[in-house]
């Protein structure tokens, strides 16, 4: 089959690969799209320690059973599935505890085995999740990240009537928006550099938008929460962006770091002002067994997939995709990959 294949960093090959076949306990599906997501271009770049070439990207999947191995509850085929991607390696005591995002040693689709830019791959059974025949492969791409974003919920535990500044108004952030609006919160402030983002940001419930190219943001947010924001949830990955917003917590308040800063970036945090303010910093990552919430708020018509999902492109433009998710923001939210045949 032919298939996207980065082969060093910062270079993807088009080429033939063997058919893969399922192994005991996995199914063998058809990729009917993959989501293009940030960790994608940080491996292209080299950057993640866990994944190594020659490999097929792709962890944000949508697909349908073609054939299932002996001796598993099977699925029917042609049955749309979605992909937990995070395979555990189920002796740890974070996997035995359920915590398999934690896991030392994972075995991860699209880092260290076949994933989803790729007409075809292979998934364990217990790792894949039925969804409705109707459902969109656009809003299916999206059930493993919204996964992750309900790990940060629950661990954020936010309060009815809260107030909630969110940094960064990229898939992930606009994600957090949705979740975020269907809680009971007094106010829902969202940043971004990309004045696009912002829009769509409004369009999907933020209640205030906020251009953080402006050196003053922090001014304009402070004057919508003098007292501060009971919650703040960082989906830009920028440890400067974090650094400005700290100071913008509320006494009590609470932190979420969600977005992927770079493994040697640092923040400047006062131990002090965190035991007087009684300050929770907290981070998140990977979905722990929240792919079927994720499955049945999609399902639901509670994500709106056609505003957080701006471009299809053909596996052989994977390339031109991960280029435009860096350098065209103001273009795109979500890039899928469909047309793997």
Same mark, same amino acid.
Request: aromatic letters at 6%; proline letters at 8%; glycine letters at 10%.
């Given at each position: ?13 088009? $080429? ?13 599906? $058809? ?23 020659? !490999? ?7 697909? *349908?059973?073609?054939?299932? @191995? ?61 969804? @409705? !025949? *109707? ?11 919204l996964?992750?974003?309900?790990n940060?919920?629950? $661990? ?24 975020? %609006? ?5 106010r829902?402030v !969202? ?6 983002r912002?829009?769509?940001? %409004? ?16 001014? *304009? ?73 994720a ?10 997939? %056609?505003t ?16 435009a ?8 939210? %979500?890039i ?6």
């Amino acid at each position: 089959m032919k298939a996207a294949v980065w082969t060093k960093p910062n270079h993807i090959e088009i $080429r033939e690969i063997p058919d893969p076949k399922p192994k005991s306990g996995e199914v063998l599906i $058809r990729v009917l799209g993959c989501g293009v997501c940030g960790t994608d271009c940080h491996i292209f770049a080299g950057d993640v320690p866990l994944a190594k070439p020659p !490999q097929v990207l792709g962890h944000e999947i949508i697909g *349908e059973v073609v054939e299932n @191995s002996p001796g598993i509850p099977p699925l029917k085929t042609g049955q749309k599935v979605c992909v937990d991607p995070v395979i555990g390696c189920g002796a740890c005591p974070f996997c035995q505890s359920g915590k398999t995002n934690l896991c030392p040693s994972p075995t991860i689709i699209g880092y260290a085995r076949i994933g989803g830019f790729a007409p075809y791959t292979t998934v364990p059974r217990s790792h894949l999740y039925p969804v @409705s !025949q *109707e459902m969109d492969n656009r809003a299916g791409i999206l059930v493993e990240t919204l996964a992750c974003v309900i790990n940060g919920y629950d $661990r954020l535990e936010m309060k009815a009537g809260s107030a909630v500044l969110i940094l960064g108004a990229g898939c992930v952030g606009l994600l957090w928006t949705e979740l975020v %609006k269907r809680s009971v919160i007094t106010r829902l402030v !969202q940043t971004d550099i990309v004045p696009e983002r912002l829009e769509a940001a %409004k369009k999907i419930g933020a209640d205030f938008i906020i251009n953080s190219q402006n050196p003053d943001w922090g001014k *304009e947010a402070k004057e919508l929460e003098p007292s501060g924001f009971d919650c703040i949830i960082d989906a830009t990955g920028s440890s400067k962006a974090m650094q400005e917003a700290l100071p913008l917590l509320k006494k009590g308040g609470k932190f979420m770091i969600f977005g992927v800063a770079p493994e040697g970036e640092k923040l400047v945090i006062s131990p002090y002002e965190m035991f007087a303010k009684e300050l929770m910093i907290i981070g998140s990552k990977m979905p722990p067994n929240t792919m079927d919430r994720a499955v049945k708020i999609i399902e639901a018509g509670l994500i709106d997939y %056609k505003t957080l999902v701006t471009t299809t492109m053909a596996l052989e433009q994977l390339p031109e995709a991960i280029r435009a998710f860096n350098k065209e923001k103001d273009k795109h939210i %979500k890039i899928v990959i469909e047309r793997l045949q």
